[in-house]
T-cell receptor, first 110, second 119 residues
Framework: AQSVTQLDSHVSVSEGTPVLLRCNYS??????LFWYVQHPNKGLQLLLK??????LVKGINGFEAEFKKSETSFHLTKPSAHMSDAAEYFC????????FGTGTSLTVIP | EAGVTQSPTHLIKTRGQQATLRCSPI?????VYWYQQALGLGLQFLLW???????NRGNFPPRFSGRQFPNYSSELNVNALELEDSALYLC??????????????????FGPGTRLTVT
């Protein structure tokens, strides 16, 4: 069975400080993992994906994530938060069907 | 390259009516997925179409149905609308084609959504 747990429903950081959004997964198969971002009243945009290549994945807008099989985690990080990063973030596990986490709302304080 | 498009942007219906939502995938994508994003419930998988056939279905009643056309565009129909059907309906497309487990896990590209309001 496949599932995703996003450990924080809401994260608040100050502008210029690091961002950490946590995601744990469960999968019966070798998973692909994705992070998506959703700005208010918008569709979802792909930030990055892991598909069994390098365990450290770099995405758009300075985000990156590390796949840790031993910990079944795929946490999303960014060294320095920007105001435009405020959005809802979804961790997703697949094969062939996407299983979404419940989302983490990121607030960036000026 | 054009992204996934959805129409209409907003749709207002009354309880008991039928709603039809449309989606055009990215050119070359054969798979189309439908999701419901209701307030407080996250993204719930509705339907997956690939090569014109329904491949998988989420835990939704039969009044949620759809189809995929030969040009790979798709339509989601919701019959006998209920108030709790009010949500953002998102369509996504991907390159995935075929059945079963694939070692090639394609990302999904999402459209902007259709906001359905049932009064």
């Amino acid at each position: 069975a496949q599932s995703v747990t996003q450990l924080d429903s809401h994260v608040s950081v100050s502008e210029g400080t690091p961002v950490l959004l946590r995601c744990n997964y469960s999968s019966s198969y070798s998973p692909s993992l994705f992070w998506y971002v959703q700005h208010p009243n918008k569709g979802l945009q792909l930030l990055l994906k892991y598909t069994s290549a390098a365990t450290l994945v770099k995405g758009i807008n300075g985000f990156e994530a590390e796949f840790k099989k031993s910990e079944t985690s795929f946490h999303l990080t960014k060294p320095s938060a920007h105001m435009s990063d405020a959005a809802e973030y979804f961790c997703v596990v697949s094969p062939y069907q996407f299983y979404f986490g419940t989302g983490t709302s990121l607030t960036v304080i000026p | 390259e054009a992204g996934v498009t959805q129409s209409p942007t907003h749709l207002i219906k009354t309880r008991g009516q039928q709603a039809t939502l449309r989606c055009s995938p990215i050119s070359g994508h054969t798979s189309v997925y439908w999701y419901q994003q209701a307030l407080g419930l996250g993204l719930q998988f509705l339907l997956w179409y690939d090569e014109g056939e329904e491949r998988n279905r989420g835990n939704f009643p039969p009044r949620f149905s759809g189809r995929q056309f030969p040009n790979y565009s798709s339509e989601l129909n919701v019959n006998a609308l209920e108030l709790e059907d009010s949500a953002l309906y998102l369509c996504a497309s991907s390159l995935y084609s075929g059945t079963g487990i694939s070692h090639f896990y394609y990302e999904q590209y999402f459209g902007p959504g259709t906001r359905l309001t049932v009064t």
